[in-house]
């Protein structure tokens, strides 16, 4: 078992960004299918539902700020059981070109940590593209029916 399991993680989940993002995502549908079942029972009252659903965005608001780092240790932990790297992979580094008139000393170099970029280009992508409208009521609120069924359309096809 100890083999297939190292032969799965060095053939099929690869990496340490791999493990993550599947903790990520479970993280999410978990609590999204615990309040979906919940909200599906027959006998759901509206002001339990109500308060169900701002539970759950009150879970997605603290899940940004230390879900990453919860997945991190949790990624950490399984990945030295199954006896993955730890690490993000590097990526290079983007160096804007230099035009004729500038000094090469002035260009900026773009420069991130493998983890910190896959927090910005992931972790936050997920939440800004997917599940700000649901943040606030205000926002809600603030959307037409068209943008509203969009943004659900978009929720619905991401899970």
Not at 94 to 103: A, L, M, Q, T, V
């Amino acid at each position: 078992m100890k083999r297939e399991a190292r032969s799965v993680a060095n053939n099929e989940i690869g990496d340490f960004e791999f493990l993550v993002s599947i903790i990520i995502w479970y993280d999410i549908l978990y609590a999204v299918n615990l309040v979906s079942k919940q909200l599906q029972s027959k006998d759901v009252l509206i002001d339990l539902a109500i308060k169900k659903l701002k539970g759950l965005v009150s879970l997605f608001e603290s899940y940004r700020e230390t879900g990453f780092t919860n997945a991190i240790n949790v990624a950490n932990d399984i990945a030295c059981e199954i006896s993955i790297d730890t690490t993000f992979p590097q990526r290079h580094e983007i160096r804007r070109k230099k035009h004729f008139d500038e000094n090469s000393s002035h260009l900026p170099i773009v420069s991130q940590y493998p983890e910190e970029s896959f927090r910005i280009n992931y972790f936050l992508y997920i939440y800004e593209s997917v599940f700000c409208f649901l943040f606030t009521s205000n926002k809600l609120r603030s959307l037409d029916d068209k943008m509203l069924k969009s943004s659900c359309i978009n929720l619905e096809t991401t899970l």
